[in-house]
């Protein structure tokens, strides 16, 4: 069984409770899983070759920080276990 922080219910599958949580979580948090600063992302802005390059860049780390906003609010346990 499968539980998010948004939510008192309990789904079966992984699946299942990702697709619910995914219309509950913000920006702040993706935010908290962020591992870069500003001053990372100014200095990486700053040095380079191109916009196309930076910006597949910042997409890959925001996409990153998702997804461990994701693994961080679901918790996984088994059927008939109290929380």
Same mark, same amino acid.
């Given at each position: 069984?499968?539980?998010?922080?948004?939510?008192?219910?309990?789904?079966?599958?992984? *699946?299942?409770?990702?697709?619910?949580?995914?219309?509950?979580?913000?920006?702040?948090?993706?935010?908290q899983h962020?591992?870069?600063s500003?001053? /990372?992302?100014?200095?990486?802005?700053?040095?380079?070759?191109?916009? @196309?390059?930076?910006?597949?860049?910042?997409?890959?780390?925001?996409?990153?920080a998702?997804?461990?906003?994701?693994?961080?609010?679901? /918790?996984?346990?088994? @059927?008939? *276990?109290? *929380?």
């Amino acid at each position: 069984m499968f539980v998010h922080e948004y939510s008192d219910k309990e789904f079966e599958t992984y *699946e299942e409770c990702r697709e619910d949580l995914e219309g509950q979580i913000d920006s702040d948090d993706i935010l908290q899983h962020f591992e870069h600063s500003t001053s /990372t992302l100014i200095y990486k802005f700053l040095n380079r070759r191109n916009d @196309k390059e930076f910006l597949q860049w910042l997409e890959q780390e925001i996409y990153e920080a998702y997804e461990r906003t994701v693994d961080e609010l679901i /918790t996984e346990y088994e @059927k008939g *276990e109290a *929380e």
